[in-house]
């Protein structure tokens, strides 16, 4: 598929246009020249609102004073390079803070450069790839480098990195768009205290990090779990098989109950989501008690020492996918949100 674009004088984004809609989320802003990108087959309104269009801004820095002797001239041959070196100039940092206002209140803007005639081009990348970037092109009168055809090679970079559907830009806009789709409501508040976000718990969200909820059988089982350090769930179309959905693959908890229990506090952590296939005699020479089916999915689990979850204790039976009676045994998973929604309430 192709790209669509757009090239745009003086566009105005407004500052009136809410999100998810195109434009500014403060004041109007209205830079010298605008390209615009999106994927060929939708509609550019759509673009905006799926976080799929890319704004690149450039606004031109010349004073007229600076080219006031060249009216005198009767012919474009009298302008030498010499007389061309007079009339560079510098763009000043009030112009590259103009840029920053550009990049940031204008929703969805990949960068915005600053087209003045001086000779040293500047492009700051924010992060490792050509955009988001800032900065400035020399574009000027002259019979040997006008600065147009860098100018020109910077675009089409913008271009080829734009049809790159697997760069971090992209991965970007993907993750906005599945983030601000929709308004956050009380019920994704989470103000109990968790793991700080740094280290091993980097990437520890709370409504994206998952816990299994698993069944053990016996006071033998649960002795086996601790001193191995292991859990089995059975597999294939067995009753009580663990089903491998996105969820429990990447699950980073598991907490385990036990027949006749309201609440639990044991709690382990999943260090790697790696579940190994392990037959019943395998399980019997690590004796284990009792194995009954032919294979099983084998989790390595590390006793979890976050302080945040020290001696706290949750009521797993109130989470939405608990059921009752036989069907108790069947593991299934919750995000750490709703964990912490159901922590049992000590008694007084």
């Not at 924010?126 to 675009?155: C, N, Q, Y």
């Not at 409504?207 to 016996?218: A, M």
């Not at 009580?240 to 027949?259: C, F, V």
């Not at 797993?316 to 949100?337: D, H, M, N, Q, V």
Request: hydrophobic share 30%; net charge positive.
């Amino acid at each position: 598929m192709g790209e669509a674009y757009r090239f745009n004088y003086n566009r105005s984004f407004s500052g009136k246009s809410n999100y998810p809609n195109a434009g500014s989320w403060t004041t109007t802003l209205r830079p010298d020249y605008t390209l615009s990108f999106w994927p060929l087959g939708i509609s550019e309104q759509e673009a905006e609102k799926q976080e799929l269009i890319v704004h690149i801004h450039f606004d031109a820095k010349y004073k007229i004073a600076n080219f006031t002797h060249l009216i005198e001239k009767k012919s474009d041959t009298e302008l030498d390079d010499e007389k061309v070196e007079n009339l560079k100039g510098i763009y000043k940092n009030a112009d590259l803070m103009k840029m920053h206002a550009y990049k940031d209140a204008i929703r969805r803007t990949g960068g915005a450069y600053v087209l003045y005639p001086g000779d040293k081009s500047v492009k700051r990348k924010g992060f490792h790839e050509i955009i988001p970037g800032l900065g400035a092109f020399p574009v000027r009168p002259s019979k040997t480098d006008d600065g147009i055809t860098d100018l020109k090679g910077f675009i089409l970079e913008i271009i080829e990195h734009f049809i790159n559907r697997a760069s971090q830009r992209e991965k970007i806009a993907s993750r906005t768009y599945d983030i601000f789709k929709s308004k956050p409501s009380e019920e994704d508040c989470v103000k109990e205290v968790l793991p700080e976000t740094y280290g091993k718990n980097r990437g520890l969200l709370p409504d994206e990090t998952f816990v299994l909820i698993g069944y053990c059988k016996s006071k033998e089982h649960l002795d086996w779990i601790n001193s191995r350090l292991l859990y089995n769930f059975r597999m294939n179309n067995n009753r009580g098989a663990l089903k491998l959905t996105q969820e429990t693959l990447n699950a980073k908890y598991l907490l385990l109950h036990m027949k006749g229990e309201e609440s639990s506090s044991r709690l382990y952590r999943i260090p790697k989501p790696e579940y190994r296939v392990t037959n019943k005699k395998t399980l019997e020479r690590l004796n284990y008690p009792e194995p009954r089916q032919q294979a099983y999915l084998v989790l390595k689990l590390e006793r979890c020492t976050d302080i945040e979850f020290k001696n706290i204790t949750w009521s797993f039976k109130e989470l939405e996918k608990y059921k009752s009676g036989r069907a108790a045994a069947i593991p299934y998973t919750a995000s750490l949100s709703e964990l912490m929604k159901v922590k049992a309430v000590p008694d007084e």
